[in-house]
């Protein structure tokens, strides 16, 4: 007699943090889903997802119905266009802001703030490239985990860079907007321009000019273009 119900599936997922193994069920997982746990390691949040999960299956019919012998070249081009569309890009153009406590999966691409606080961070190497402060300032630190299990994603920093568009920008309830310094050297020796592997994640540490304290909240927007997608990631820091 056959047994009811999904069979337990497990697999492990690296913390995005400490990089320890998270061994867990992933049956009940559905494509593209991820979960906030906290690691059993390190004790910090995290997020499990299924690295090698399968898309969901893409009907051919309707898109080779009504197709002649001369369109099948054609029509299975657009088949595997659309199929890598699903995986690398996704329009993320939303109006609504996201709790900087909660995660925003744009595509194949998941993104959480996973720590904001008031940092020192490197100084100028002196060869006048950036506007590096010399003590304090706002540290905002975004990790992105890519779900796709075949596709490698091109990630370059929010972080503001020579002759480079796209960073980030940060602003509060009372209309101030914050500078995104730029580095004469990579911030805490981390390039500008990542690869983000199948299944991995990566870190970038942004650097903003210090909020005021009387404030309600902080808007964090981020360019998906950085990472090949369309539209802004908005999260929203309460203070």
């Avoid at 320890?20 to 991820?34: C, K, R």
């Avoid at 904001?116 to 975004?142: A, F, K």
């Amino acid at each position: 007699m056959a047994e009811s119900g999904n069979q337990p599936k497990f697999v492990t997922c690296h913390c995005q943090h400490c990089s320890g193994n998270i061994e867990f069920d992933s049956s009940d997982f559905s494509f593209g889903e991820t979960r906030e746990v906290e690691c059993p390691h390190c004790e910090l949040t995290t997020l499990l997802f299924v690295k090698h999960a399968k898309s969901p299956p893409i009907s051919s019919k309707s898109i080779f119905k009504k197709v002649g012998k001369l369109h099948i070249m054609s029509g299975a081009i657009l088949l595997f266009a659309v199929s890598i569309a699903v995986f690398a890009v996704e329009d993320c153009r939303n109006s609504s802001w996201t709790d900087s406590a909660s995660s925003i999966t744009c595509g194949c691409i998941v993104a959480h703030i996973s720590a904001h606080r008031i940092g020192t961070v490197l100084e100028s190497n002196g060869e006048g490239l950036g506007d590096t402060p010399m003590q304090g300032s706002y540290l905002i630190q975004v990790t992105l985990s890519n779900l796709s299990p075949t596709q490698k994603i091109e990630f370059s920093s929010w972080r503001s860079q020579l002759f480079k568009s796209g960073e980030a920008t940060l602003t509060d309830d009372n209309g101030n907007q914050y500078a995104n310094y730029r580095y004469d050297l990579p911030l805490e020796n981390q390039p500008d321009d990542l690869t983000i592997y199948p299944g991995s994640w990566v870190q970038d540490l942004i650097s903003f000019q210090i909020p005021v304290q009387n404030r309600k909240w902080l808007h964090l927007e981020l360019p998906a273009s950085k990472f090949g997608g369309w539209g802004t990631l908005r999260f929203q820091i309460n203070n």
